[in-house]
């Protein structure tokens, strides 16, 4: 079997992995195509990476003594499937408060402490799955993460209230988070550094400048900061009306942060070059951090014919080609790269 790993210093494509051994509740699935993105690149966590899938499901392990919800799961044999990287222990106070993506003790796949996607197989448990409708193919599904990041922007900030939203960024994340926002708010605007976003946000119906032209005149109701940057959230600032909401929507590490443990503080990155708050004080504006709604919700994001992710898709390559897809990703004037397996 082969499997992408990320040794410590290294991607490498191994071609003797041994097949994952499922645990109680647990799938085995087969990876049609996974999306390449920047945090697959290693550098907090040795071992297969990749996080954002759509797939088929191979084999499945559920016990005699299963709860009903779980025996329904026999179902997704031999169907295709989306999951949520995010693995959780379902028993701790946020698992028990309803809040599973801030899990105690979670993990993430192909992140941390849980092997990913890029392989041949990869385990994943049956709970993280959701059937994909016959109507949405798998260039589209592949997308349902970022999909689900978007449509939590909306819920967070009841974007069909506002009166000015500003989208920060080139990468998908924000083209996607700027198409589901737009469906809620006609005054949705993207700024942009690379130029040919310009031409998809023409096609698409969106407002878009470039990020050097517009006047930092503090008078955004929302803005959305897409680049994981200290430049972002700089300009974020600058836009943003008094009293305003700054959503976070990238984190400036690419890999999740480890649950229950405290920030370094001599931690290297994009936010290491330090940042003025005192916009945000004197103006009282909001700061939110900003991840990801459900899986489904994603999911059902795609399903409007209004978002479009295919043309988004500006490199294809092989699962042989991994180390070389995953780079390519991490290009500017890429917006997402695909990996068939």
Not at 114 to 130: H, K, M, Q, T, V
Not at 187 to 193: G, H, K, M, N
Not at 197 to 222: F, H, N, T
Not at 308 to 336: E, H, N, W
């Amino acid at each position: 079997m082969r499997a992408v790993r990320f040794d410590g210093e290294f991607l490498r494509v191994a071609t003797d992995a041994i097949d994952p051994v499922l645990g109680s509740g647990e799938a085995l699935v087969h990876p049609m195509r996974v999306l390449a993105s920047p945090a697959d690149s290693g550098g907090k966590w040795a071992g297969v990476v990749g996080h954002q899938f759509v797939g088929v499901v191979k084999k499945i392990n559920i016990p005699a003594d299963a709860s009903p919800l779980m025996l329904a799961r026999k179902s997704l044999l031999n169907k295709r499937v989306v999951g949520s990287p995010t693995i959780v222990c379902t028993h701790c106070d946020m698992c028990r408060a309803g809040l599973p993506s801030h899990c105690r003790a979670r993990r993430v796949m192909g992140l941390s402490s849980r092997d990913g996607c890029c392989a041949d197989l990869f385990s994943i448990p049956l709970a993280n799955l959701i059937e994909v409708p016959s109507s949405i193919d798998d260039d589209r599904a592949v997308f349902s993460l970022l999909a689900a990041g978007a449509v939590q922007a909306g819920q967070m900030m009841r974007a069909a209230s506002k009166s000015y939203i500003t989208v920060i960024g080139d990468s998908s994340l924000a083209l996607i988070t700027a198409q589901v926002l737009a469906r809620q708010n006609k005054s949705t605007r993207l700024l942009y550094a690379q130029p040919d976003r310009a031409r998809l946000c023409e096609r698409w119906g969106i407002k878009s400048r470039a990020i050097e032209e517009p006047g930092r005149r503090q008078d955004q109701d929302v803005v959305v900061e897409c680049t994981g940057s200290a430049k972002g959230l700089r300009l974020a600032l600058q836009f943003v009306r008094p009293r305003g909401v700054v959503l976070l929507k990238s984190s400036a590490a690419g890999v999740p942060f480890p649950p229950g443990q405290a920030h370094a503080d001599d931690v290297a990155g994009p936010w290491a070059e330090g940042i003025d708050l005192t916009p945000a004080i004197v103006n009282e504006v909001q700061i939110l951090g900003c991840r990801e709604a459900s899986i489904a919700d994603g999911l059902g994001a795609l399903t409007d014919a209004g978002v479009d992710v295919t043309s988004l898709i500006t490199k294809r390559m092989k699962l042989d080609d991994a180390p070389a897809a995953i780079a390519a990703a991490m290009c500017p004037d890429q917006i997402a790269v695909l990996m068939d397996v």
